[in-house]
């Protein structure tokens, strides 16, 4: 049976309950929970599939903990590796670079060989551009909990529920 994490923040709060749910949702017997803030290389390799926690911070950046891993990332290879990722983003706040977090992660993943896995699609938000667009869906799942709480876990159950049909 593959190896399976969720690797989000335990202090970027609702990065983390959304987290939480997700864990809760997919079975949390059958997952890893842990903390971006101290994932190593070694661990992060160690596991055959991935969910990723990458809220977008400011104007489209990644958070400093995903930040100061890209490095690492750039020199490993994720060949037959399965990575899904979620993250929380503000479409009225930050409509030009609407969940960005979320699209130059799995850009990089995908460039190191990983297969991503959980597209979701782009309508019900209102955005002027995003980097986690690939044509017309999301390259992971997209919370607004700023101004679409009341959707999030509908999107997070739905979501879950399409990993599980890619996962092993």
């Excluded at 997700?22 to 949390?28: L, M, P, R, V």
């Excluded at 060989?113 to 959980?118: F, R, T």
């Amino acid at each position: 049976m593959a190896k399976t994490a969720i690797i989000y923040s335990f202090n970027s709060n609702k990065t983390a309950k959304a987290g939480e749910k997700i864990s809760k949702f997919y079975g949390e017997d059958k997952l890893e929970v842990v903390n971006a803030e101290d994932i190593t290389e070694e661990q992060f390799l160690s596991y055959d599939q991935l969910i990723l926690g990458v809220p977008t911070w400011f104007d489209g950046e990644l958070p400093n903990y995903w930040d100061e891993f890209v490095p690492a990332l750039e020199d490993i290879g994720m060949k037959g590796k399965k990575v899904a990722i979620y993250g929380l983003a503000d479409q009225l706040g930050y409509p030009e670079n609407f969940a960005d977090g979320i699209g130059i992660m799995a850009n990089l993943l995908k460039s190191r060989g990983a297969e991503i896995i959980g597209y979701t699609a782009n309508d019900k938000y209102t955005f002027e551009a995003s980097a986690a667009l690939d044509g017309d869906r999301f390259v992971g799942l997209v919370l607004d909990q700023e101004n679409q709480a009341r959707l999030s876990n509908k999107r997070i159950e739905n979501w879950v529920n399409d990993l599980k049909k890619h996962f092993k």
